[in-house]
């Protein structure tokens, strides 16, 4: 019974690492693209600028 709950307390805590791993790496590649494309001037989102525009007059 000790063995057991010793196991899934390993895979609970491997299973959370890998969800916020993968998290972790979505955010850090979305945050890199954004740096990148903010330091070469270009805008690739043109319908955030939209949205934030359509919110400003809403």
């Known amino acids: 019974m000790n063995d057991k709950l010793?196991?899934?307390?390993?895979l609970f805590a491997l299973?959370?690492?890998m969800v916020?791993?993968?998290a972790a790496c979505?955010?850090?590649w979305r945050v890199f693209y954004a740096?990148?494309?903010f330091?070469?001037?270009k805008r690739?989102?043109?319908e955030s600028a939209a949205?934030?525009?359509s919110g400003k007059v809403a």
């Open 44 to 46: 690739k989102t043109p």
């Open 51 to 53: 949205q934030k525009r």
């Open 6 to 10: 010793y196991l899934m307390i390993w």
């Open 26 to 28: 979505s955010v850090f």
């Open 15 to 17: 299973v959370g690492l």
């Open 20 to 22: 916020s791993l993968l």
């Open 35 to 37: 740096v990148k494309d």
């Open 39 to 41: 330091i070469r001037g």
